[in-house]
C-alpha cells in the first residue's frame, strides 16, 4: 500500500468513528472487527516486525547474500586498509574481549557520493562472513512521531533474526544517508526526528561484545559536519574512514573492474581514459565503461574502440548530445562566449585547449574540453586567480563583442564565486586570515567585488589583446562547429608573428 494513502487511512478512520458516533450509528461492531484486525496485524509484527515497516524489510531480504569481496572495489587502498584493520574487531573478539577492549560499534564512512560507500560495507560482510542489512536515513522519515524510532528497531532485530536463521556469529547493519536522522538535534520542531536518533543511540548502546550475533553499525554520509556530535562520540562511531574521490591510479583500477565484462580493443589505453576522467567518482567511471559499451553496440562494432570511450566521458561530464536548434545570432554568441574560455585558458594555461565545440550537450549550448592536469592538492593564489580568470572569460567576450553579458555566464560566476570564498577562507584575500563567519556580509561583498572586478578588467585586457586570434578562430568555429586544440594552437603560433 502506498505510504501516503497509509497516512490517510489512518487521519480518516477515527474521523469516520466520530461521524457514525455522531448520527447515531452503533459502532460496537466495527470496533470489534477493527480490534480483531489490529490483533491480526500485531501477530504479523511479532513474526517478521513492524508491518509499516514490511516493504523496507522485504526490500532488504530481497537483496539477499552479498558476496562482494574487497578486491571488486577499486582505488581505495587506504580506505579499504582501515575499515579491514577496524573489522579485524569483530573477526577477533575473544582476543578483544580477554584485553577488555570494548567492543567497536560504529564505523562512519564520509566521502562525495558515488565513491564505493555501499560497495564497502558489502564487502565487510563478506569479510567478516556476516548477515548484511541494509537501509537508508529516508527509509525512517515518517510523518507520525514514534514510527521511525519502530523502525530502527525493528531494523536491528531484523539483522540478529536473520543472522540467527543463517547461523551466522555476526551481523552488519548498513545505514546510507546517516545525515537525515543523525543531524544536529536543536530542539523544538524536530520531535521525531529526535526520537528516531535517540532509538538509534539507545540500539547501539545495547551492543556488547558478548552477544550473539555481534552486531557492527556502517553508516554512510556525505555531510559529516551535520551529525549530531552523540553519534561521533567515543563508543559510537569512533571510527570514521574517508572515502575520497580516485586519484589516477584508482581510477584505472576502477575502469578495468568494470571493463572485465567487456569487449575492450586491444588498442584501449585506460590510462589515458584514467588521465581525461580527472574529478570522476567511481560511479561516473562505472557509467563511462557502460556508455562506451552502448556507443559501441549503436556502431554495431563488436570491440569498445578508444573513441567511445572519449565519447562517453563527455557524455558523463556534460550529459548526451541535443538536438536543439539555435537561431544563427544565438550560435554566434555561444561560440564568441566558448572562445572566450577556451582564449583565456590557453593564455594562463598554454596546451590546456584540448577542443571548443558549438554542439549543445545537456544544458549547455557549447563547451570547451581541457587536457588532463595534472593531479593537484594544494593550489596557489596565481592559480586560482587564472581559474577565476578562465570562468569570466566568457563573460567577458560577450561584452567586447556586444556591449553586454547574457544568462549564459551563472554558471560560470557561480564557479567564479566558489573559487573567491577558497581564497578567503584560505587568508589570500586583502581581509587577511579570517574565519569567514566572523566577516560582515558587507565586508565579504565589498572585497568579493574588488577581486571580481580586478580579475574582469584583466581577463578583458588580455582577450583584447588577442583580438585577431579571436576573429580567426570565431570564423572557423562557426563554419566547422568544432575547433581542436592544434588548430586553435596554430592560430597563435601564427599570431605571435603579428603585433598583438
Ligand atoms: P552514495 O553516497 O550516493 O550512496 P556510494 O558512495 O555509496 O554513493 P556506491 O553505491 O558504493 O557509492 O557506488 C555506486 C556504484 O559506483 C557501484 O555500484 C559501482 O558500480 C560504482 N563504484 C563506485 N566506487 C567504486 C569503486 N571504488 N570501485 C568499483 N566500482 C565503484
Given at each position: 500500500m502506498p505510504r501516503w494513502l497509509k497516512e490517510v487511512l489512518i487521519g480518516f478512520i477515527p474521523v469516520l468513528f466520530v461521524f457514525l458516533i455522531f448520527i447515531g450509528f452503533n459502532v460496537v461492531p466495527l470496533l470489534i472487527a477493527a480490534v480483531m484486525v489490529g490483533a491480526l496485524l500485531l501477530l504479523t509484527n511479532m513474526r517478521g516486525g513492524l508491518a509499516v515497516g514490511a516493504g523496507a524489510e522485504r526490500k532488504r531480504k530481497k537483496s539477499g547474500p552479498q558476496k562482494l569481496t574487497?578486491?571488486?572495489?577499486?582505488?581505495?587502498d587506504n580506505a579499504k586498509q582501515e575499515l579491514r584493520e577496524a573489522l579485524d574487531f569483530l573477526i577477533r573478539y575473544e582476543e578483544i574481549q580477554k584485553l577488555g577492549i570494548r567492543p567497536m560499534k560504529g564505523i562512519l564512512l564520509t566521502g562525495p557520493?558515488?565513491?564505493g560507500k555501499t560497495l564497502m560495507a558489502k564487502a565487510a560482510a563478506h569479510y567478516t562472513d556476516s548477515v548484511f542489512v541494509a537501509s537508508s536515513?529516508?527509509?525512517?522519515?515518517?510523518?507520525?512521531?514514534?514510527v521511525g524510532a519502530s523502525r530502527v528497531r525493528e531494523l536491528f532485530r531484523d539483522a540478529r533474526n536473520r543472522a540467527a536463521k543463517e547461523n551466522k556469529n555476526s551481523a552488519i547493519i548498513f545505514i546510507d544517508e546517516i545525515d537525515v536522522i543523525g543531524g544536529k538535534r536543536e530542539g523544538g520542531q524536530q520531535r521525531e526526528y529526535d526520537q528516531t536518533l535517540n532509538q538509534l543511540l539507545t540500539e547501539m548502546d545495547g551492543i556488547?561484545?558478548?552477544?550473539?550475533p555481534r552486531i557492527l553499525l556502517i553508516a554512510a554520509t556525505?555531510?559529516?559536519?551535520?551529525?549530531d556530535s552523540a553519534l561521533t562520540r567515543p563508543g559510537r562511531f569512533d571510527r570514521h574512514i574517508e572515502v575520497d574521490l580516485p586519484d589516477k591510479k584508482g581510477r584505472k583500477h576502477i575502469l578495468e573492474l568494470h571493463g572485465k565484462n567487456k569487449p575492450l580493443?586491444?588498442?584501449?589505453n585506460l590510462d589515458k581514459i584514467a588521465e581525461e576522467s580527472y574529478g570522476f567518482s567511481g560511479a561516473q567511471l562505472e557509467s563511462v565503461m557502460n556508455e562506451a559499451a552502448i556507443y559501441t553496440m549503436r556502431e554495431d562494432l563488436k570491440e569498445i574502440e578508444q573513441r567511445h570511450l572519449s565519447m562517453s566521458i563527455d557524455k558523463v561530464m556534460m550529459g548526451e548530445r541535443t538536438d536543439r536548434e539555435s537561431s544563427e545570432e544565438e550560435k554566434k554568441r555561444v561560440a564568441i562566449h566558448e572562445l572566450g574560455h577556451a582564449i583565456m585558458a590557453e593564455v594562463v594555461?598554454?596546451?590546456?585547449?584540448s577542443q571548443v565545440a558549438l554542439s549543445p550537450r545537456g544544458k549547455a549550448l557549447g563547451y570547451v574540453r581541457h587536457n588532463p592536469q595534472q593531479e593537484q592538492y594544494l593550489y596557489t593564489k596565481s592559480f586560482l586567480e587564472d581559474q577565476i580568470m578562465i570562468a569570466l572569460g566568457g563573460a567577458a567576450a560577450e561584452e567586447i563583442y556586444y556591449g553586454g553579458r547574457s544568462t549564459g555566464s551563472s554558471n560560470d560566476f557561480e564557479q567564479a564565486l566558489n573559487i573567491v570564498k577558497t581564497m578567503m577562507r584560505s587568508g589570500l584575500?586583502?581581509?587577511?586570515?579570517?574565519?569567514?563567519?566572523?566577516?560582515?556580509t558587507e565586508e565579504l561583498m565589498k572585497e568579493n567585488n574588488i577581486i571580481l572586478e580586478e580579475l574582469m578588467r584583466r581577463t578583458r585586457s588580455l582577450l583584447e589583446d588577442r583580438r585577431t586570434i579571436f576573429d580567426k578562430s570565431l570564423n572557423i568555429l562557426l563554419e566547422e562547429e568544432t575547433l581542436s586544440g592544434d588548430q586553435f594552437r596554430c592560430l597563435f603560433c601564427e599570431n605571435s608573428l603579428l603585433p598583438a
Amino acid at each position: 500500500m502506498p505510504r501516503w494513502l497509509k497516512e490517510v487511512l489512518i487521519g480518516f478512520i477515527p474521523v469516520l468513528f466520530v461521524f457514525l458516533i455522531f448520527i447515531g450509528f452503533n459502532v460496537v461492531p466495527l470496533l470489534i472487527a477493527a480490534v480483531m484486525v489490529g490483533a491480526l496485524l500485531l501477530l504479523t509484527n511479532m513474526r517478521g516486525g513492524l508491518a509499516v515497516g514490511a516493504g523496507a524489510e522485504r526490500k532488504r531480504k530481497k537483496s539477499g547474500p552479498q558476496k562482494l569481496t574487497f578486491e571488486q572495489i577499486g582505488g581505495q587502498d587506504n580506505a579499504k586498509q582501515e575499515l579491514r584493520e577496524a573489522l579485524d574487531f569483530l573477526i577477533r573478539y575473544e582476543e578483544i574481549q580477554k584485553l577488555g577492549i570494548r567492543p567497536m560499534k560504529g564505523i562512519l564512512l564520509t566521502g562525495p557520493p558515488g565513491t564505493g560507500k555501499t560497495l564497502m560495507a558489502k564487502a565487510a560482510a563478506h569479510y567478516t562472513d556476516s548477515v548484511f542489512v541494509a537501509s537508508s536515513g529516508s527509509e525512517f522519515v515518517e510523518m507520525y512521531v514514534g514510527v521511525g524510532a519502530s523502525r530502527v528497531r525493528e531494523l536491528f532485530r531484523d539483522a540478529r533474526n536473520r543472522a540467527a536463521k543463517e547461523n551466522k556469529n555476526s551481523a552488519i547493519i548498513f545505514i546510507d544517508e546517516i545525515d537525515v536522522i543523525g543531524g544536529k538535534r536543536e530542539g523544538g520542531q524536530q520531535r521525531e526526528y529526535d526520537q528516531t536518533l535517540n532509538q538509534l543511540l539507545t540500539e547501539m548502546d545495547g551492543i556488547y561484545s558478548s552477544e550473539s550475533p555481534r552486531i557492527l553499525l556502517i553508516a554512510a554520509t556525505n555531510r559529516k559536519e551535520m551529525l549530531d556530535s552523540a553519534l561521533t562520540r567515543p563508543g559510537r562511531f569512533d571510527r570514521h574512514i574517508e572515502v575520497d574521490l580516485p586519484d589516477k591510479k584508482g581510477r584505472k583500477h576502477i575502469l578495468e573492474l568494470h571493463g572485465k565484462n567487456k569487449p575492450l580493443s586491444s588498442t584501449v589505453n585506460l590510462d589515458k581514459i584514467a588521465e581525461e576522467s580527472y574529478g570522476f567518482s567511481g560511479a561516473q567511471l562505472e557509467s563511462v565503461m557502460n556508455e562506451a559499451a552502448i556507443y559501441t553496440m549503436r556502431e554495431d562494432l563488436k570491440e569498445i574502440e578508444q573513441r567511445h570511450l572519449s565519447m562517453s566521458i563527455d557524455k558523463v561530464m556534460m550529459g548526451e548530445r541535443t538536438d536543439r536548434e539555435s537561431s544563427e545570432e544565438e550560435k554566434k554568441r555561444v561560440a564568441i562566449h566558448e572562445l572566450g574560455h577556451a582564449i583565456m585558458a590557453e593564455v594562463v594555461r598554454p596546451n590546456s585547449v584540448s577542443q571548443v565545440a558549438l554542439s549543445p550537450r545537456g544544458k549547455a549550448l557549447g563547451y570547451v574540453r581541457h587536457n588532463p592536469q595534472q593531479e593537484q592538492y594544494l593550489y596557489t593564489k596565481s592559480f586560482l586567480e587564472d581559474q577565476i580568470m578562465i570562468a569570466l572569460g566568457g563573460a567577458a567576450a560577450e561584452e567586447i563583442y556586444y556591449g553586454g553579458r547574457s544568462t549564459g555566464s551563472s554558471n560560470d560566476f557561480e564557479q567564479a564565486l566558489n573559487i573567491v570564498k577558497t581564497m578567503m577562507r584560505s587568508g589570500l584575500t586583502s581581509l587577511g586570515i579570517v574565519n569567514i563567519d566572523m566577516v560582515t556580509t558587507e565586508e565579504l561583498m565589498k572585497e568579493n567585488n574588488i577581486i571580481l572586478e580586478e580579475l574582469m578588467r584583466r581577463t578583458r585586457s588580455l582577450l583584447e589583446d588577442r583580438r585577431t586570434i579571436f576573429d580567426k578562430s570565431l570564423n572557423i568555429l562557426l563554419e566547422e562547429e568544432t575547433l581542436s586544440g592544434d588548430q586553435f594552437r596554430c592560430l597563435f603560433c601564427e599570431n605571435s608573428l603579428l603585433p598583438a
